[in-house]
């Protein structure tokens, strides 16, 4: 039996992989220990998004070596994708997975192990990482059931789980390396989802959040999802039936009283999307919708598929249909090129659209990206002042979209304890992802509770009763 430890970066998809490959090991009898502890082999579950995550994940695998220098130190996911020939050469890694190879983590392992058993000189005179290519033999032993589809565990909490049911992107936005670590688009069978769904439920989970890398793509690799798509998104719109039945999938899973999406595409809400899913009360009134810049021009370079007019009649729609919707973004600052004015109209939009939340990312350059290669990079210090300045608009608007719910009704589905200020509370979120405490000597773990919005904790906490 091994002590496998886990590190995971990056985004929602890699967490679900993550907590499944964390399934593989148990299933197969190892023990999972706490990162910081000692461990025979560490896997880093690793993001390469921006070079700042590239940097945390090579810091990470560093520090898994000097944790147990005698352990196994496993890089896996988009920075082995994106970066394999830097990778191979890090001398800190033993094992190489891409994020096609998750499912097959442990036979990889358990294949790297006997290697060494038969031989114990033979990895430490290999001039590279061991790879999945050198284990001529079948992997009998890989992590996933007998029919060879996903394991069916999710990502779960006590109370949220995430359930990934699309993979990569065929987008190729001009700053994005992601198309290149993830591939093509994937869609996983409604059957296979169907499945997941059940085990869920039968965890007690009261949330799910439905997430992909291009969630707006789901079922866009099935012949007919793509024909309608080709026929219909050019004109500005497309419903994505298949994505519909997914979420009515959810909506008929009994123990399942929550259903979040994913980051969406703006052309991806239509008047029948939205009359679709408004008619299923299980569905958050929640919508990320990836906006970037709120500037024509700069949305033009980045090779973005709508205009700042069409998002915000996308907006409008969505507050037409749904009460005081919570609606989130984001937004890059500093792409190249980006002038002062292109700037100051994306902070005006941002301000005329009034969104609850606004995630504010510095651009970062990548290599293999047409981005990387235009003229007008600007500096760290530009685009510092600028995020700054967003960031700083972004919490006023969410302050007093929080404060709409004050003096009013809401359910609120409960997380955990936590001491704030000294005190303790248990901690959850209503429909719309907004933070409320509530006072209680009976535990209000995974339990959704009405109640009445009495005040302001703090900026971003709400009081409960």
């Given at each position: 039996?091994?002590?496998?430890?886990?590190?995971?970066?990056?985004?929602?998809?890699?967490?679900?992989?993550?907590?499944?490959?964390?399934?593989?090991?148990?299933?197969?009898?190892?023990?999972?220990?706490?990162?910081?502890?000692?461990?025979?082999?560490?896997?880093?579950?690793?993001?390469?998004?921006?070079?700042?995550?590239?940097?945390?994940?090579?810091?990470?695998?560093?520090?898994?070596?000097?944790?147990?220098?005698?352990?196994?130190?496993?890089?896996?996911?988009?920075?082995?994708?994106?970066?394999?020939?830097?990778?191979?050469?890090?001398?800190?890694?033993?094992?190489?997975?891409?994020?096609?190879?998750?499912?097959?983590?442990?036979a990889i392992v358990e294949g790297y192990l006997k290697t060494r058993e038969k031989d114990p000189g033979a990895l430490d005179r290999e001039e590279e990482p061991y790879i999945k290519e050198k284990e001529k033999?079948?992997?009998?032993?890989?992590?996933?059931?007998?029919?060879?589809?996903?394991?069916?565990?999710?990502?779960?909490?006590?109370?949220?789980?995430?359930?990934?049911?699309?993979?990569?992107?065929?987008?190729?936005?001009?700053?994005c390396v992601i198309p290149f670590a993830r591939g093509r688009i994937s869609s996983r069978s409604d059957e296979d989802i169907g499945k997941d769904l059940n085990e869920l439920s039968k965890r007690g989970i009261?949330?799910?959040?439905?997430?992909?890398?291009h969630l707006s793509s789901f079922g866009l690799d099935r012949e007919e999802v793509k024909c309608s798509y080709n026929m219909l998104a050019k004109e500005g719109g497309f419903t994505n039936r298949a994505l519909?039945?997914?979420?009515?999938?959810?909506?008929?899973?009994?123990?399942?009283?929550?259903?979040?999406?994913?980051?969406?595409?703006?052309?991806?809400?239509?008047?029948?999307?939205?009359?679709?899913?408004?008619?299923?009360?299980?569905?958050?009134?929640?919508?990320?919708?990836?906006?970037?810049?709120?500037?024509?021009?700069?949305?033009?370079?980045?090779?973005?598929?709508?205009?700042?007019?069409?998002?915000?009649?996308?907006?409008?729609?969505?507050?037409?249909?749904?009460?005081?919707?919570?609606?989130?973004?984001?937004?890059?600052?500093?792409?190249?090129?980006?002038?002062?004015?292109?700037?100051?109209?994306?902070?005006?939009?941002?301000?005329?659209?009034?969104?609850?939340?606004?995630?504010?990312?510095?651009?970062?350059?990548?290599?293999?990206?047409?981005?990387?290669?235009?003229?007008?990079?600007?500096?760290?210090?530009?685009?510092?002042?600028?995020?700054?300045?967003?960031?700083?608009?972004?919490?006023?608007?969410?302050?007093?979209?929080?404060?709409?719910?004050?003096?009013?009704?809401?359910?609120?589905?409960?997380?955990?304890?936590?001491?704030?200020?000294?005190?303790?509370?248990?901690?959850?979120?209503?429909?719309?992802?907004?933070?409320?405490?509530?006072?209680?000597?009976?535990?209000?773990?995974?339990?959704?509770?009405?109640?009445?919005?009495?005040?302001?904790?703090?900026?971003?906490?709400?009081?409960?009763?």
């Open positions: 039996m091994l002590k496998v430890a886990f590190h995971n970066l990056g985004c929602k998809v890699n967490a679900y992989e993550n907590e499944r490959m964390i399934q593989m090991f148990i299933k197969k009898g190892h023990e999972i220990v706490p990162f910081d502890q000692k461990a025979d082999v560490y896997i880093i579950n690793t993001c390469t998004v921006t070079n700042i995550a590239d940097r945390k994940s090579r810091q990470m695998l560093h520090r898994s070596k000097q944790l147990n220098p005698e352990s196994i130190v496993v890089a896996c996911g988009c920075y082995v994708d994106t970066g394999y020939e830097n990778a191979r050469s890090d001398r800190a890694i033993d094992i190489l997975v891409k994020n096609k190879e998750k499912d097959d983590i442990v033999e079948g992997l009998e032993n890989r992590g996933c059931d007998q029919e060879g589809s996903h394991l069916r565990t999710g990502l779960y909490k006590h109370t949220r789980a995430y359930l990934k049911i699309q993979d990569g992107c065929d987008q190729f936005c001009s700053y009261k949330e799910l959040v439905l997430t992909g890398i519909i039945r997914v979420i009515e999938m959810a909506q008929e899973t009994e123990g399942i009283e929550r259903i979040r999406l994913g980051s969406l595409e703006p052309r991806i809400i239509t008047e029948e999307f939205l009359r679709s899913v408004s008619s299923y009360d299980k569905l958050c009134p929640h919508f990320h919708l990836s906006l970037q810049s709120g500037s024509d021009s700069v949305l033009k370079r980045m090779n973005r598929q709508y205009s700042t007019e069409e998002f915000f009649e996308k907006l409008l729609m969505i507050r037409e249909t749904f009460e005081h919707p919570a609606i989130t973004t984001d937004v890059i600052v500093g792409f190249p090129g980006e002038s002062e004015e292109e700037f100051l109209r994306t902070r005006d939009f941002l301000n005329k659209a009034d969104l609850y939340e606004s995630h504010i990312f510095k651009y970062s350059r990548r290599a293999g990206t047409l981005a990387d290669k235009m003229e007008g990079q600007l500096t760290d210090k530009v685009k510092s002042q600028r995020s700054r300045i967003l960031i700083e608009d972004g919490k006023k608007r969410a302050k007093s979209f929080r404060e709409y719910y004050i003096s009013r009704e809401k359910e609120v589905l409960f997380e955990e304890k936590q001491n704030i200020f000294g005190e303790d509370y248990y901690v959850g979120y209503t429909g719309e992802y907004v933070k409320c405490a509530c006072k209680s000597d009976l535990s209000l773990e995974n339990i959704i509770k009405k109640g009445k919005i009495s005040g302001m904790l703090s900026e971003e906490i709400l009081v409960f009763l």
